[in-house]
């Protein structure tokens, strides 16, 4: 299945984690099902304890050609990099299971991989007006945002191996330090507005600052091991787009998080290397994958 026919469009990885994502998955595998191949759909389940493990199951039992299952605790950078170090394709898709794919999604990922070893696509939020229409904070590493979420993003397994994959040691914003890594080593970012993916929000305005308060803390973890980063940020467009009091509300819960790191970061700071990618799985607490359907 690695392999394509002369001419044939590029054998794409598409992987996901996921922990608890029952009321979303099958939305999820069904508009990713609908893709133009070839392709095979990589999915890590983090130890969920809903329906997730039955639902996955399930749809590699009904497509194993398609569908391949895995378990990985751990955090989103765990999973990931679980999903790419398994993946038998040559370059490889990210999406997140709470999200959903247009049809044409992956055509247009691939487009922007054939130009660039990174490709990041259009992320549309959908739920509540007032959290859809917020935009994100956004970051800028020459000249490239590095901010595009990995919910929607592309990379080319040899650039992403080359990198060592995801950091897992960021709680949040492990997508923005592999963006800021690889455009450090001389890549592009090549947006693809196109590769149209759906995200919906969060359902109630505590999960929202819960969400908004992690962010904070991941740019903080940024700036362990990136350096200052204050200088790479569009303050004016920042402060432009703060006009309603959830706006302000994201504002402060993410401050909030970034000074609980500061304060409580210590020993934990980033600012040595990761752990090695390609490090084997600890005795007793390795993945397993659906055969099938039938998870180990």
Known sequence: MGSSPPNAPPFVSIVITVRNEAPHLPELLDSLLRQAPPFEIVLVDARSHD???ALAKEYARRHPDR???F????SRGIGRNEGARRARAPWLAFIDGDCSAHSDW???LRSGLADS???AGRTIVVGPPAYANLERVELYQ???DVTFPSCNLGYRRSLFLQLGGFDPRFITAEDIDLNLRAVQVGARIQYVPGAVVYHRTRPTWFRFLYQAFWNGYGRKQL???HGTLWGNYRFRRLLHGQRSVLSWARLVAALAGYFTR???GGGRRLDGPPPPFNAPSAAGAGPSESAAGQMS
């Open 51 to 53: 329906g997730t493990p």
């Open 117 to 119: 070893p990174v490709a």
């Open 223 to 225: 700036t362990e091991k």
């Open 262 to 264: 500061v304060m409580t």
């Open 142 to 144: 020459g000249g490239n």
């Open 106 to 108: 992956l055509a247009q």
């Open 71 to 74: 378990e990985r605790s751990g």
């Open 67 to 69: 569908v391949r299952v």
